[in-house]
C-alpha cells in the first residue's frame, strides 16, 4: 500500500515555473513506476511523465522540453519541474505509483494522490 500527497501547486503568471512534490508513504517506493498526471476541467485525465525505477524516463509530447520530472527514492519523493508555463496547463496535478512496467495510461496505476491545483493567468 503507498500513500500519496502532492504540493507546489499554485497560481502562476505565464511564462512562469513550478516544481510540484509527490510525498509517499509505505514500502518498496524505490520500486514503483512514479507517473505525473493532469485534469483539467471539462477534459479526461492526461498522462504528462513517468520514471521508472531504473533509467526509463518518458514525457507526453505536450510537455516535452518543459516539464521535468525526477524522484529522490532516500526522500519517498518524486518531482515535476515545470517551465514555460502555458494557460493551458493549467489543471488539477496528480501523482500516482505503478507496480509494474513503465505505463503512460491512466488505468493502470494502482495508487493515486488527490491533486494539487495549477493556475496559470494569461
Do not use: H
Request: aromatic content about 12%; proline content about 2%.
Amino acid at each position: 500500500q503507498v500513500q500519496l500527497v502532492e504540493s507546489g501547486g499554485g497560481l502562476v503568471q505565464t511564462g512562469g515555473s513550478l516544481r510540484l512534490s509527490c510525498a509517499a508513504s509505505g514500502r518498496d517506493f524505490s520500486t514503483y513506476v512514479m507517473g505525473w498526471f493532469r485534469q483539467a476541467p471539462g477534459k479526461e485525465r492526461e498522462f504528462l511523465a513517468l520514471k521508472s525505477s531504473g533509467t526509463i524516463t518518458r514525457y507526453a509530447d505536450s510537455v516535452g522540453g518543459r516539464f521535468t520530472i525526477s524522484r529522490d527514492n532516500a526522500k519517498n519523493t518524486v518531482y515535476l519541474r515545470m517551465s514555460s508555463l502555458k494557460p493551458e496547463d493549467t489543471a488539477v496535478y496528480y501523482c500516482a505509483a505503478r507496480y509494474s512496467s513503465p505505463s503512460g495510461s491512466t488505468s493502470d496505476y494502482d495508487y493515486w494522490g488527490q491533486g494539487t491545483e495549477v493556475t496559470v493567468s494569461s
